[in-house]
């Protein structure tokens, strides 16, 4: 396993750092008021925040200063999972916690949202016009018939409108769901048909790779083949007319209108996300207002060390949790940035452009950009004013050792980075950015606050130093209240709880090293597993890609009919390369030296690439059932996928085997 237990950290954070950090004060002001640990730095406010669940909570929501409109009568009424009852008897409003700051004079004209599109230009819109354009547009749902409960979709791309939408969804307690325009209509269906939604905003087209591409015949199908809805907006990105009998944008937030935030319980259903569905209809995953509020505020205020005068960028589309984790940085007053187009245009630097033009203090991206970044020989601080940047944040994958140290020396060697790992299930992480912790290479720094998280064995026993599952043990307020379409939750309990009941299994392979950091080291569902000795694809990944041939690669453990086990490496190679006997030897002898000689590929293979779900995770496990013959049609959701002809490569090299 790839591990640093024993070496030197890679950054410190200095202590005028630590001391004028919000965590900081947060637990010096929790110790006086609420019994917590004034001294032991972290890993004590840790233990008493999952020891004191009850307590921690409470804390956070007090000083958030979290507007009740009907007080609480206990935190957590039962915390039997899954079902746990939070904050029973409340009632509240996530936009109006959105849009405070805009009633603060000194800050209402400074801006919430900085648009950027492929141009690289900025466009601020303020706080006051957000708050005005979200009474506007909720006046008018409310004018549709929108109705608390009620289902609001969109498909759009990260555009200050989106953001607009689901607030103004939010203040009148109807249900937000989103899915970005670079979607199939198959895949946007898949989602949307579950949820019946009443109203769809929609844009004509977006700009993607210096290009445009018209979706108004998707717009179309999607008009026809979701009879629920009421009214379609829409939002002339790329300049066409509205089509016949849809509503237009501007119409409908020109108003002058003061927003009306419906009061609702605080289990009251927030948004929608989704499952990739790689395996099946993408899994409708419900979170509260209340849940996804508290939890928000803790992650974003207390672990990313956002507040006023930060500006917040994480490279993201509106299809992924990433989004709506975004939007939720404006309940911290921090500015949040909106980038709209490809990550690497006009060249693989793109990001950093962004983050030089917008001030961004924090940077969130992907590992893969980063890696990206390094192969293409990016050289950020040199070429980039990233003097407002304070953390880079990286997730979507594991951030591998050499992602740390290009970090580190291409950015600034005076750098909080920051790799963290949740999911789109709890929309937050499990596991990531503290501000006053050391960082490792190769490890995040710890568990989160009031996340009681743990690596187990197979019989439920909790290992340190060891490889095993990814469970948490208490709830947390934002995992899901339930699944669309689950009356009887059976669904939901089979998707966590099946491994150990009461006990969230998330289904990825950890190591909590001896100081208290935590390695991911990919799906326990995909694990390689030779002669008992486990290992996370993500290891082989890091290690493989370090070579300059290799654009990307796909590792599948096969366990054969006959008790054998396959185990083939695909490899993705970059142009030019050759996978000729003196590459497949490299790669043997990288995965050999630098992991395990248990674990080097029984074959390796070129693929004309590797599929992904539409969030860009890998598709292992569909590959998988593919490899043991299972017919395309039943081993993958189609509309998952981002390019649906690669995998019928492996289906093919299946039929060949047979």
Request: proline content about 7%; some cysteine.
């Amino acid at each position: 396993m790839t591990s640093s237990v024993n070496s030197a950290p890679l950054w410190q954070p200095d202590a005028a750092r630590i001391a004028a950090a919000r965590i900081t004060r947060f637990q010096a002001w929790a110790a006086e008021r609420y019994g917590a640990p004034a001294d032991g730095g972290y890993p004590a406010l840790h233990r008493w925040s999952v020891d004191e669940l009850d307590t921690f909570w409470r804390a956070v929501a007090e000083w958030f200063d979290v507007r009740f409109s009907t007080p609480y009568e206990q935190v957590l009424g039962d915390r039997t999972m899954p079902g746990a009852q939070w904050f029973t008897g409340a009632t509240l409003n996530y936009a109006e916690h959105a849009l405070r700051t805009a009633e603060d004079p000194a800050r209402a004209h400074e801006p919430a949202l900085i648009h950027v599109d492929e141009t690289h230009e900025a466009a601020p819109i303020s706080w006051s016009d957000l708050r005005r354009q979200v009474g506007s547009l909720a006046a008018e749902l409310r004018a549709l018939g929108v109705r608390p409960g009620d289902r609001v979709s969109g498909y759009l791309p990260n555009i200050p409108q989106a953001v607009t939408a689901l607030l103004a969804t939010a203040a009148v307690g109807a249900v937000w769901t989103s899915c970005a325009p670079d979607f199939g209509a198959r895949s946007v269906l898949d989602r949307f048909q579950q949820v019946e939604p009443v109203v769809l905003f929609t844009v004509d087209g977006y700009r993607y790779g210096g290009k445009e591409h018209d979706r108004r015949d998707t717009v179309a199908e999607l008009r026809r083949e979701l009879p629920t809805l009421r009214a379609v907006v829409h939002i002339p990105l790329l300049g066409t007319p509205a089509p016949e009998g849809a509503l237009t944008w501007s119409d409908l937030t020109s108003a002058d209108t003061e927003p009306v935030f419906e009061p609702v319980p605080f289990d009251h259903p927030l948004w929608v996300l989704y499952s990739s569905g790689t395996t099946g209809l993408p899994k409708a995953i419900v979170q509260s207002q209340g849940g996804i509020l508290l939890e928000h505020f803790k992650q974003l205020g207390l672990h990313c060390d956002l507040g006023a005068g930060d500006r917040f960028f994480w490279y993201t589309s509106t299809g992924w949790m990433m989004w709506n984790f975004l939007v939720s940085g404006l309940l911290t007053g921090t500015t949040v940035i909106l980038y709209d187009g490809s990550p690497g245009h006009p060249g693989t630097g793109a990001q950093w452009a962004i983050a030089e033009r917008t001030g961004a203090t924090l940077f969130g991206t992907s590992a893969a950009y980063v890696m990206a970044c390094r192969k293409a020989d990016v050289h950020p601080g040199r070429d980039y004013d990233l003097s407002r940047v304070q953390c880079v944040a990286t997730t979507g994958s594991p951030l591998p050792p050499d992602g740390f140290r290009w970090l580190h020396d291409e950015v600034r060697d005076d750098l909080w980075i920051a790799s963290v790992s949740g999911g789109t299930d709890v929309c937050s992480c499990f596991a990531g950015a503290v501000p006053t912790l050391p960082v490792h290479i190769g490890e995040l720094q710890a568990p989160c606050l009031g996340t009681d998280l743990q690596a187990w064995d197979p019989h439920g026993k909790p290992l340190i130093g060891e490889v095993g599952e990814l469970v948490v043990t208490n709830p947390m307020p934002s995992m899901p209240i339930h699944f669309w379409n689950d009356p009887d939750g059976s669904r939901y309990r089979d998707s966590y709880f099946e491994m150990f009941p009461g006990v969230w299994r998330h289904g990825d392979w950890i190591t909590i090293t001896d100081h208290g950091s935590v390695i991911i080291h990919g799906r326990s569902d995909s694990t390689l597993n030779r002669q008992g000795v486990r290992m996370g694809s993500a290891d082989i990944y890091e290690a493989v890609e370090r070579l300059p041939e290799i654009r990307e690669s796909l590792v599948i453990g096969l366990e054969e009919p006959d008790g054998g086990y396959w185990m083939p490496l695909f490899v993705h190679l970059a142009p030019g390369a050759a996978l000729d006997d003196d590459l497949r030897e490299r790669i043997k002898r990288t995965i050999r030296e630098q992991l395990s000689p248990r674990h080097v590929p029984d074959d390796i293979i070129e693929v004309p690439g590797v599929p992904h779900t539409l969030t860009g995770k890998r598709i292992e496990v569909p590959v998988k059932r593919l490899l043991q013959g299972t017919a395309l049609a039943k081993a993958v959701n189609p509309g998952s996928v981002d390019n649906l002809d690669l995998l019928r490569f492996y289906e093919e090299l299946a039929r060949k085997r047979t």
